[in-house]
């Protein structure tokens, strides 16, 4: 390529969670953007990937993507690499970015990364064609709490299929919902909404900085988890639908879920 855009997932930890074709083809760009703000990338700050990598990264705000054409212009006459934390294109910003591409004669090169969707369903031991819906928890602000949340993985549990829980990211504001909050809000939701989706004894998963060396799993029960050290962000949640055997053994070895969700898979 003389010209360009080269999308390349860095993973989701570190400067060496990038494949080596994403390394290498870094290294032949002409000019290097970043946008960390749908997502970030754990335990690796700018100056660490410039290091990896060799050339200068240009920090891009997701607005910018979205509505301004410096990108698109830079590619018309350079080799741009363009790079986000986990894979390059389960953002729409970047499926945007990429169109317009497309529709300019650009030629584009996508190079995945490890992403949220496949490490922890992994970690976990969860088989991943059993999640439904992917919802995302934002923040409580002014009383202001979506109940389509909460619908969606009611829908998933009714139809016996897992929920992957997305934590809001404020990256501008450093604010990065935790596990308790993401908990806390889900209790209030059934406290408001009461249709029976969180109980005492609805198991919730955990994934604390999935793919880093930090990586935490647990699973219990909601106020069980709310005493616990959970980590820090960036996590993760699951509520598991109906569990294969496997499963259910998975959870209470590698997360710490009570045995008794084992005892009654075998009733």
């Known amino acids: 390529m003389r010209s360009g855009i080269v999308f390349v997932g860095l993973g989701l930890s570190g400067t060496d969670g990038m494949t080596v074709k994403g390394l290498n083809a870094l290294k032949e760009c002409d000019k290097i953007y970043a946008e960390f703000y749908t997502s970030t990338l754990i335990g690796a700050a700018i100056g660490d990937i410039e290091s990896a990598i060799g050339k200068k990264i240009n920090m891009v705000h997701r607005t910018q993507v979205e509505e301004e054409e410096f990108i698109i212009s830079d590619a018309k006459t350079m080799v741009v690499g ?132 930090n990586e935490k799993l647990f699973a219990g029960y909601p106020q069980d988890l709310l005493k616990k050290d959970l980590g820090a962000p960036l996590q993760t949640l699951v509520i598991p639908g109906n569990l294969h055997f496997m499963e259910s053994y998975a959870l209470v070895d590698f997360a710490g879920a009570p045995k008794e969700i084992i005892e009654n898979e075998d009733e």
């Not at 969180?198 to 604390?208: A, E, K, L, N, P």
């Open 82 to 213: 363009f790079v986000t934390a986990g894979d390059t294109m389960l953002a729409t910003t970047h499926v945007d970015l990429r169109i317009q591409a497309e529709e300019e004669g650009i030629p584009v090169k996508v190079i995945h990364g490890v992403s949220i969707f496949g490490a922890c369903p992994s970690s976990l031991g969860l088989q991943p064609y059993k999640f439904g819906r992917t919802v995302t928890l934002p923040f409580l602000e002014s009383g202001y709490q979506p109940k389509s949340p909460y619908d969606n993985i009611k829908q998933n549990k009714d139809r016996g299929l897992h929920t992957m829980i997305l934590l809001d990211i404020r990256a501008d504001e450093l604010r990065y919902m935790t596990a308790h909050q993401a908990i806390e809000w889900l209790i209030e939701g059934e406290k408001k909404w009461n249709e029976g989706l969180i109980t005492d004894r609805t198991v919730i998963c955990v994934v604390s900085n999935a793919g880093s060396e």
